[in-house]
């Protein structure tokens, strides 16, 4: 049974960081491409950053230079370091893996940022 709990939302003030984590079992993991996905209220859910089983990236336009995503096989979590956060990434984020044709989804963590 694949699982993805993330943690580490919380309300931020604008140019404050976070950090968000997803910690993923029943996979193997150093295999899987892992993603941070967003959805706001009255919008569709989008892809903020994915990073690759060879450690590569891709970011959306609207957070390069300012989040970035890692990951550590030893311990089987992806984490997302967001900084210089703008009240346009108040969402809730999650985590996301695909396997055996489908696609996994963490119960997600919501990020508000406001002053």
């Known amino acids: 049974q694949v699982q993805l709990v993330e943690s580490g939302g919380g309300l931020v003030q604008p140019g404050g960081s976070l950090r968000l984590s997803c910690k993923a079992s029943g996979i193997t993991f150093s295999l899987n491409a892992m993603g941070w996905y967003r959805q706001a209220p009255g919008k569709e859910r989008e892809l903020v950053a994915i990073?690759?089983?060879?450690?590569?990236?891709n970011y959306a336009d609207s957070v390069k230079g300012r989040f970035t995503i890692s990951r550590d096989n030893a311990v089987n979590t992806v984490y997302l370091q967001m900084n210089s956060l703008k009240a346009e990434d108040t969402a809730v984020y999650y985590c996301?893996?695909?396997?055996?044709?489908?696609?996994?989804w963490g119960q997600g963590t919501q990020v508000t940022v406001s002053s």
């Open positions: 990073i690759y089983s060879g450690f590569s990236t």
């Open positions: 996301n893996t695909r396997g055996w044709g489908r696609e996994f």
